[in-house]
């Protein structure tokens, strides 16, 4: 049996999903009904987000020894730091590492940045090294949904420098598929494309759990689709034209 689906327009700027950059500036802000504090911390996050982050560290036995220290920002938090950044460190060194107000997406509240927990904590580049415990964290971060979104040798096409404590929430199973393709953000999404609705999908096995993933453009208004009614799925946009689809096999 088949299931009918609509999507309005304004998904395509809703989901795990939205690429958040300088070219594609977020068109919705997340309500406040749906961000919330992580434990022990004044930071916050898209609700899901922070309870899959709280369950990786801790799986990974972190206790206090990996700190959360920025996650959702408002537009205006976003505009002051952006403006105190060229203030105490210049234009060249904002560009490198703090986003557009309206191009970050911090202010999607699917972002964090951590940091090891030793003083002092730099706030716009936080110490994440790639051992000890920050490792586990990285080794474990894709089976939780998390990829790091600003990785060397992508500056050309995130438009950021290198961010290695910038981790971002794309849920399963992109990240670990992003991981192995060795994809930015920006790439898996061009990828996808190529998986449309009325085509051939990419039918992925991860972790003993097969998905099907397939990329549909939005119509101007609503958008219509069927799909087997028996399996689960989860729909984003992608901040740009259209939709991703997974479906959990």
Not at 65 to 84: C, D, L, M, N
């Amino acid at each position: 049996a088949m299931k009918a689906a609509a999507l309005n327009r304004v998904q395509v700027h809703q989901g795990s999903l939205l690429l958040v950059n300088r070219n594609h500036p977020l068109q919705c802000t997340i309500p406040p009904e749906q961000i919330r504090p992580l434990e022990h911390s004044t930071v916050s996050l898209e609700r899901k987000t922070a309870l899959v982050l709280e369950t990786l560290l801790s799986t990974i036995g972190s206790g206090s020894s990996i700190v959360p220290v920025s996650g959702f920002r408002t537009h205006k938090e976003q505009e002051e730091i952006y403006a105190s950044s060229l203030r105490d460190h210049g234009e060249v060194f904002t560009r490198n590492y703090v986003a557009l107000p309206g191009c970050s997406e911090h202010e999607t509240g699917l972002a964090i940045d951590l940091a090891l927990n030793r003083e002092p904590v730099d706030f716009i580049r936080p110490y994440f090294p790639e051992d000890g415990i920050c490792g586990r964290f990285r080794s474990k971060a894709a089976s939780y949904g998390f990829i790091q979104r600003y990785p060397k040798g992508k500056e050309s096409l995130t438009g950021i420098a290198p961010e290695p404590w910038h981790f971002r929430y794309v849920g399963l199973p992109h990240a670990s598929i992003m991981n192995s393709h060795g994809f930015c953000l920006e790439e898996y999404l061009d990828y996808l494309m190529q998986f449309p609705y009325e085509g051939h999908h990419l039918e992925v096995r991860i972790e003993n759990k097969s998905f099907e993933i397939f990329y549909l453009k939005a119509e101007d208004d609503v958008t219509r689709l069927t799909l087997p009614g028996y399996l689960p799925y989860q729909v984003s946009g992608d901040n740009r034209e259209g939709f991703i689809f997974t479906l959990w096999r």
